[in-house]
């Protein structure tokens, strides 16, 4: 199911580039305008330079795709980037503190075929991403992030093959993130491992954890390319995809929830919210945000959601899972119905405040925080009038909603954390 290729990756030169953790970012995505400056601020080879390049006053036949591509080909005619001569896996350890505990996640990254019919995807997507995401990609025929993907080995052979090699090995590559996690790089040209990781994940199933927009994203440009009758003309080409394989039966997956603010809504009355959703919801009020963050946690097994409007502290449990039975119009699986982020849109954001599918896809009302304080602060603000506080998705409602052919609403999962985008990057080459 899952063709793994090995591949010459270009990587920043290490003669050139000394400290890896000032070119390195999170995903293009989690980048803001603030992040953006202090990335370009901290080194002239930041890769943030080609992922997330600023407009120009100006712009017309030159823009941030082609400039994209222009800094891409500077970077390598002046050696700031070196593509490996072997082809090569790349073993990718990340370790972070996360719930009070020192973990460490560990995967491998390499080319996957681009098979949109056997990869489970399980997260909606929205257009403006993707068609950002073609552009550049139209412009550079590169990769620079990887696409996060899930698979289960209960055997744990990768680790078992991998494992050996970079216990005696430093890493290839070792940069910190902000927030002080370690992600570490090595090197894997082996080829008896290289076969035993190939052989091991040929029959698995891949899901995407994170990356859905890039992958699709691939897809269309690789179709672009078969229509204009191009060719690939090495293993890195428009055909494969450069992902990043974890194990979810191995220690270190972890998501974090990802919450909801709400704005924009005419006549709302956060009294007669609670009131109204009291129908379908058990409602509790708690004096301190610390006491209403450990009754949502402790709800995590009863559907329970936090909210914080109006100054009150509430949580909603809902009464009866059968409600979405009713309020499910789509055939959908009775795993997707008992998702809480599928409950909160549907018995809460669209039946009580009239926020339907369209509004969520053109984010009119919605937006979204992983910060409990910054959702708390924004309400206080003024700035938002209600936060709703979830508890996470877990690794497994991810593969059976995905094994189901069916997607989660947007803004699902977060996991953490993020791969970092710059450590390995794959050039294409096009037979035109």
Excluded at 185 to 195: G, N, S, Y
Excluded at 393 to 422: C, I, N, W
Aim: proline share 5%; aromatic share 8%.
């Amino acid at each position: 199911m899952a063709q793994i290729i090995p591949f010459r990756g270009v990587r920043y030169n290490p003669e050139k580039v000394q400290e890896m953790s000032k070119v390195v970012t999170p995903p293009y995505d989690r980048i803001d305008a603030a992040q953006q400056d202090a990335y370009c601020a901290r080194s002239p080879h930041n890769i943030v330079r080609i992922i997330k390049g600023k407009p120009q006053a100006g712009d017309n036949g030159s823009n941030v795709y082609t400039r994209a591509a222009e800094t891409l080909a500077a970077w390598r005619r002046d050696r700031i980037l070196i593509r490996d001569e072997t082809p090569s896996l790349y073993a990718y350890h990340q370790e972070y503190d996360f719930g009070g505990e020192r973990l460490v996640r560990k995967g491998v990254i390499a080319l996957g075929r681009l098979e949109p019919e056997r990869v489970h995807a399980h997260e909606r997507t929205l257009k403006g991403p993707k068609e950002d995401r073609l552009r550049l990609m139209r412009a550079t025929q590169a990769n620079f992030g990887h696409i996060f993907m899930l698979y289960s080995d209960p055997a744990r052979a990768v680790d078992g093959t991998l494992g050996p090699i970079v216990a005696v090995r430093p890493p290839t590559i070792e940069a910190t993130d902000d927030f002080g996690n370690a992600h570490r790089v090595w090197q894997i040209t082996d080829p008896e491992a290289v076969q035993t990781v190939q052989r091991t994940l040929a029959d698995k199933d891949l899901y995407i954890a994170d990356g859905h927009h890039r992958y699709e994203t691939a897809v269309t440009y690789m179709r672009e390319c078969q229509e204009k009758g191009w060719r690939p003309a090495a293993p890195e080409s428009f055909d494969v995809r450069m992902m990043a394989l974890f194990n979810v039966d191995l220690p270190g997956m972890s998501i974090r929830p990802i919450h909801r603010l709400l704005h924009g809504l005419s006549d709302y009355d956060p009294e007669a919210f609670l009131r109204r959703a009291s129908g379908d919801f058990v409602i509790e009020r708690y004096d301190t945000s610390h006491d209403w963050r450990a009754a949502v946690a402790a709800g995590q097994e009863r559907h329970t959601f936090g909210c914080y409007t109006g100054g009150t502290y509430a949580t909603l449990r809902l009464r009866d899972e059968a409600v979405m039975d009713r309020l499910s119009s789509e055939d959908r699986s009775a795993d997707w119905k008992r998702l809480d982020v599928s409950i909160l849109h549907a018995a809460i954001l669209e039946k009580l405040l009239g926020i339907d599918a369209a509004a969520l896809e053109e984010q009119r009302n919605v937006t979204y925080t992983v910060d409990v304080q910054e959702g708390i602060a924004r309400v206080d603000e003024g700035a938002e009038q209600a936060f709703f506080l979830l508890n996470a998705t877990r690794p497994d409602q991810v593969r059976r909603v995905a094994d189901h052919g069916e997607k989660m609403p947007q803004k699902s999962t977060d996991f953490y954390p993020k791969l970092l985008t710059g450590l390995v990057l794959s050039v294409m080459e096009i037979a035109r």
